[in-house]
């Protein structure tokens, strides 16, 4: 299993990007995928998840409103959209397989790929 996240980079506070995580290596529409996210000096938590039909979808809750979780199973393509970016969204953001759609924590993760880093200048 392999995934990889692109699309992070400095961005101002307010603005807006478009993460991507690529994906091989198992089936991918029949598995449920999520985004996380490691600021530094924190631990890595849960951003949002995505069932593999891509039918529904749901955010930690301090997050919810300002990002979007996507796929596309035909490129077996991940994506999430992160709008009115603050300082306190800089991380490193992860793509990973979840094996139980209802449970979002990190320590459930068996595999993560490379992460993508964001920066969020105020």
């Known amino acids: 299993v392999q995934l990889q996240a692109s699309g992070g980079g400095l961005v101002q506070s307010g603005g807006s990007l478009r993460l991507s995580c690529t994906v091989s290596g198992f089936t991918y529409d029949d598995y449920t995928i999520g985004w996380f996210r490691q600021a530094p000096g924190k631990e890595r938590e849960f951003v949002a998840a995505?069932?593999?039909?891509?039918?529904?979808?749901y955010y930690a809750d301090s997050l919810q409103g300002r990002f979007t979780i996507s796929r596309d199973n035909t490129k077996k393509m991940l994506y999430l959209e992160i709008h009115s970016l603050k300082p306190e969204d800089t991380a490193i953001y992860y793509c990973?397989?979840?094996?139980?759609?209802?449970?979002?924590?990190?320590?459930?993760?068996?595999?993560w790929g490379q992460g993508t880093l964001v920066t969020v200048s105020s």
């Open positions: 990973a397989f979840l094996p139980d759609y209802n449970d979002n924590r990190p320590s459930t993760v068996v595999s």
């Open positions: 995505i069932r593999g039909s891509g039918s529904t979808s």
